[in-house]
Nanobody
Framework: QDQLVESGGGSVEAGGSLNLSCAPSGATRRYNCMGWFRQVPGKEREGVALIYTRSGYTFYTESVKGRFTITQDNGENTVNLRMSSLKPEDTAVYFC?????????????????????WGQGTQVTVSS
């Protein structure tokens, strides 16, 4: 089974920045998509950002547009999430995920969250 390992979580004051990284291992081919999701206790997991790795197309949930940027670093399926202008409502456990169903659009992928591989999550806490 492919392994996804998130790093970079931590605590930051509102308005600050934080960078998350996801370093998969075990895969020999490029994932068709990689994304970031987040979950607050008692709430459903929310799709945050998605990148289609072959095209570079990115998609973001409305609440993070202009503040978060998802990028891919290399051919080893590494993906990052640069978070700026952080708000308290961004506080959550952030999960990296990879591999969307074939031909699934970004909006549906973020909503349905039917990606094949998931990491264990990293905590992001934004204080006011």
């Amino acid at each position: 089974q492919d392994q996804l390992v998130e790093s970079g979580g931590g605590s930051v004051e509102a308005g600050g920045s934080l960078n998350l990284s996801c370093a998969p291992s075990g895969a020999t081919r490029r994932y068709n998509c990689m994304g970031w999701f987040r979950q607050v206790p008692g709430k459903e997991r929310e799709g945050v950002a998605l990148i289609y790795t072959r095209s570079g197309y990115t998609f973001y949930t409305e609440s993070v547009k202009g503040r978060f940027t998802i990028t891919q670093d290399n051919g080893e399926n590494t993906v990052n999430l640069r978070m700026s202008s952080l708000k308290p409502e961004d506080t959550a456990v952030y999960f990296c995920a990879a591999e969307c169903p074939a031909d699934m659009g970004a909006m549906q992928a973020l909503n349905d969250q039917e990606l094949a591989y998931w990491g264990q999550g990293t905590q992001v806490t934004v204080s006011s």
